[in-house]
């Protein structure tokens, strides 16, 4: 058979049998399925939220896999992930993980991410997307909407919290050279600026912070962290004292970084009073949102964000408190002119003609070039449950927060750092006064370490003031006050195992 003199292909195997398209999507439903029961199987039978392997067991494993001698068949390719990674992987869906901002993730974000997948839409340009771009927009308005940024707000997706942060953070230093240049005859060069400029930001806030100062090239004293108060929250008084010593000093404040929701303590910086102090200062106010943006979706606790709609630019995750897989995040600007400082035009991709006609090219407001459709995944979380059951969520989770504090207060074997507005639990294992409390720091280390490798469960360990702590994030309401108890007793079990193997040498040597 030949079709205008060419030879038609009728071998139907070999590499092209893997390409997903018309022909092939017996092989697709064949595969994913395949898949999809693999990973339903072993959610259905896990036990525990962590097998407690170590890179040392783990790596081995997977060096023993001969890259070059493929498998050739789905099912023993996953009999074999089975092995390198499933068998052991740490499984965030568990009600005893409880360490860092990871959710369990709601089933319609899932179709959503294998739907984005396959039909594989890049979000740079209107012609490599089309209704995904729109559905993208659609999403930055209602977030801005329910922030509350007015009717100038844009924004775009981002792959997490960290570049949200430096994105908002380009956009601040631009805005500070702009001014810079229409505030003076003989304006600043950049050599000359980038050394003065300051970002405030929480002592208590995120590092990605001071990461973004140094990629923004700023010095190394940028960052300057504010002092918080007892319950972690950026005190308003140091922040003004720290703007008026700047303006003294002839420093240019590009930034304060506002923290809704703080990593460890998940406190909220008080919002209403720093966005007084920026306006006065004519300061670019910049809400990390990363973790508190769940609030955005509360019946019950909207109003703890109260004074974000006052900012700059928000940094969300979704992938945080709205139940999202990895990645979803989103960056907001109250002004969407500010976004052109991330706008340049190729002749191969989205050219200048483009943006006069209004194509809506979503990589003239991005740092990503390719990037993918995570909104899917939201619309479709908006479209099956709606917000309201996300906010139910993550109410669920703040509620077993304050459970579990003030289980922790009663109970003596620990002691608890401040209430979390959220839904954090920082404390530790204080071991009886005496020389034994000498040891609480190694005590809480080997405790979380013990524990994580039993694989029982999985919390977070942080500093406070130098001491270690131990941390629970809850995220997941399906985590009961009776899995926090267990825990507890886990913790204390390990504490304990470690303080009395301290102790018998020391009695062995009195003793002889
Ligand atoms: C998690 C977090 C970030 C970073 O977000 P990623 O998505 O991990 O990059 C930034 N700020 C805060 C307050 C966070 O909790």
């Not at 739907?115 to 979000?123: D, E, G, K």
């Not at 909207?302 to 709609?309: A, M, P, Q, V």
Request: with cysteine; proline share 5%; hydrophobic share 45%.
């Amino acid at each position: 058979m030949s079709f205008q003199g060419h030879p038609v292909e009728t071998r139907p195997a070999g590499a092209r049998e893997h390409l997903f398209n018309g022909r092939t999507v017996e092989g697709y439903r064949h595969s994913l399925t395949a898949g999809i029961d693999r990973v339903a199987a072993r959610i259905a039978r896990t036990e525990r939220p962590f097998s407690g392997t170590t890179p040392d067991r783990l790596a081995p494993e997977i060096s023993a896999v001969d890259l070059e001698q493929p498998l050739h068949d789905p099912a023993a390719a996953l009999a074999e992930l089975e092995d390198v990674y499933l068998r052991d992987a740490v499984y965030f869906h568990h009600p005893r993980y409880l360490a860092h901002l990871n959710c369990p993730v709601v089933i319609p974000a899932l179709l959503g991410e294998a739907v984005l997948s396959a039909v594989n839409s890049s979000l740079d340009t209107w012609d490599q997307s089309a209704g995904g771009t729109l559905i993208e927009r659609r999403l930055i308005d209602w977030t801005a909407e329910r922030i509350g940024l007015g009717p100038a707000a844009d924004g775009v997706f981002t792959s997490g919290g960290s570049q949200s942060n430096l994105h908002a953070l380009l956009l601040a230093r631009e805005e500070a050279r702009a001014r810079a240049a229409a505030g003076s005859d003989t304006s600043p060069t950049r050599a000359e600026l980038l050394p003065k400029l300051r970002i405030l930001a929480s002592a208590a806030g995120h590092f990605s912070v001071q990461k973004s100062a140094k990629l923004l090239g700023l010095g190394p004293d940028a960052v300057i962290p504010v002092a918080t108060d007892q319950d972690r929250r950026m005190r308003p008084a140091v922040l003004a004292r720290e703007l008026d010593r700047c303006r003294r000093e002839g420093l240019t404040v590009m930034a304060v970084v506002a923290t809704a929701g703080t990593t460890d303590f998940g406190s909220i910086d008080p919002l209403p009073q720093i966005a007084d102090l920026c306006a006065t200062a004519g300061a670019w106010l910049h809400v990390d949102a990363a973790y508190g943006c769940g609030l955005l979706a509360s019946r019950t606790r909207r109003h703890l964000l109260d004074g974000i709609e006052r900012a700059d630019s928000v940094t969300v995750d979704y992938h945080k408190s709205f139940f999202q897989p990895v990645s979803s995040s989103a960056l907001l600007v109250r002004d969407a002119a500010v976004l052109r400082h991330a706008t340049y035009h190729a002749d191969y991709l989205n050219p200048a003609r483009m943006a006069e006609q209004k194509i809506p090219n979503q990589v003239d407001k991005s740092l990503q070039t390719t990037r993918r459709f995570d909104a899917l995944k939201l619309w479709l979380t908006l479209r099956i449950m709606g917000a309201d059951a996300i906010g139910e969520l993550f109410d669920e989770v703040v509620d077993r927060a304050a459970q579990a504090w003030e289980l922790l207060t009663e109970d003596p074997r620990f002691e608890v750092v401040t209430r979390s507005q959220l839904s954090t639990v920082v404390f530790r294992y204080l071991p009886e006064a005496g020389p034994a409390r000498e040891l609480a720091d190694d005590a809480n280390l080997f405790a979380r370490e013990a524990l994580a490798a039993s694989g029982a469960a999985v919390v977070a360990g942080t500093k406070v003031d130098d001491r270690h702590y131990l941390k629970f994030t809850l995220l997941n309401p399906e985590t009961t006050l009776a899995d926090i108890a267990h825990v507890l007793d886990l913790l204390a079990g390990h504490a304990e195992d470690y303080l009395s193997r301290k102790a018998a040498p020391e009695l062995c040597r009195q003793a002889g």
